[in-house]
Nanobody, 115 residues
């Protein structure tokens, strides 16, 4: 059974940094695209960053130059380095992977940017 466990969220001041991690377990074959989505209260879930197995990335315009996605295929883990955080980055962040023919989601980790 595939499970995703996210970590690294928390409360940070504007301009600060956080690093999110998401480790997938129950994996036998190669994972395809891995990504991070976020959902703020009253808003739809939106793509933040995604990275293919080969390293190609796709960033939302709102985070370009501030967030960096990376992955460690040997550890089945995807990371999101978030710098220069803004109050509008406040949301619950969800990890997503595409594995074989199915999309899997983590439970999410809360990121709050506030002074």
């Amino acid at each position: 059974q595939v499970q995703l466990v996210e970590s690294g969220g928390g409360l940070v001041q504007p301009g600060g940094s956080l690093r999110l991690s998401c480790e997938a377990s129950g994996i036998i074959f190669n994972i395809g695209t891995m990504g991070w989505y976020r959902q703020a209260p009253g808003k739809q879930r939106e793509l933040v960053d995604a990275i293919s197995r080969g390293g190609g990335t796709n960033y939302a315009d709102s985070v370009k130059g501030r967030f960096t996605i990376s992955r460690d295929n040997a550890k089945n883990t995807v990371y999101l380095q978030m710098n220069s955080l803004k109050p509008e980055d406040t949301a619950r962040y969800y990890c997503n992977i595409f594995y074989i023919t199915t999309s899997y989601w983590g439970q999410g980790t809360q990121v709050t940017v506030s002074s």
